[in-house]
Each structure stands twice: as structure tokens, then as C-alpha cells.
């Protein structure tokens, strides 16, 4: 049963933008917090933004270049990714709770996760 689906993936040059989108199905569909993660080869899956109802939440790494929103209505999500660079290279992962979750920035806060999509950012 799906429950996450991502799209807007693919290979950009630094300097380019992205976006992302996210939409939930099946139990996910009533998700309030949805948010999204990156995990770049060798390193671990580290958080890059999160929005739960209204508010919204961005690493350090991504703030000011990325934006994000949403349509509670339909559980849907999307990233915007502005002025990429090289280091944003990775798989991104949406994320979504039922919860307005205490902890954004934490994957163990989060009930379902998609596959993930690449995005490749080249210098």
C-alpha cells in the first residue's frame, strides 16, 4: 500500500533549482507534519526541512536557499531548492507523521517515509 510518493528529482548545475514534491496516500493521508531528509553516500540521513501545520522548520545548511509548503487538504508537500550547490547532492526522502510532532528535525519522529528521490547537483 503506497503510502509516500516523491517526484521532481533529477541532475541540476550549482547555481539551479529544484522542487520537490510529496503527496500522501492510505494511512499517510492525514499526516500534519510532513518534512524531508537527505542522506548523501557515506554519510548519514540528516534533516532538511519540515512543515507542521502552519509553521515551518530548515537545517542551517538549507536555510535561505530552500522553501517549503504544503496543502494540509490533500497531504501534500513540496521543497523548493534555489542556488543548489554540489554539497546537496543527495537522495531526498519525504517524511510524514499524523502527529504536530515536538522534534521536526528528528527521522524517529516520523510514522511513514517514501523511497526517496536522487537529485545530483553538478559543479
Known amino acids: 500500500q503506497v503510502q509516500l510518493v516523491e517526484s521532481g528529482g533529477g541532475l541540476v548545475q550549482a547555481g539551479g533549482s529544484l522542487r520537490l514534491s510529496c503527496a500522501a496516500s492510505g494511512r499517510a493521508s492525514g499526516a500534519f507534519t510532513m518534512g524531508w531528509f537527505r542522506q548523501a553516500p557515506g554519510k548519514p540521513r540528516e534533516f532538511v526541512a519540515a512543515r507542521s501545520g502552519t509553521s515551518t522548520f530548515f537545517s542551517d545548511s538549507v536555510k535561505g536557499r530552500f522553501t517549503v509548503g504544503g496543502d494540509n487538504a490533500r497531504s501534500t508537500v513540496w521543497l523548493q531548492k534555489d542556488s543548489l550547490k554540489p554539497e546537496d547532492t543527495a537522495v531526498y526522502y519525504c517524511?510524514?507523521?499524523?502527529?504536530?510532532?515536538?522534534?521536526?528535525?528528528?527521522?524517529?519522529?516520523?510514522?511513514?517515509w517514501g523511497q526517496g528521490t536522487q537529485v545530483t547537483v553538478s559543479s
Open positions: 517524511a510524514a507523521s499524523v502527529r504536530a510532532v515536538r522534534s521536526p528535525s528528528q527521522a524517529s519522529e516520523y510514522e511513514f
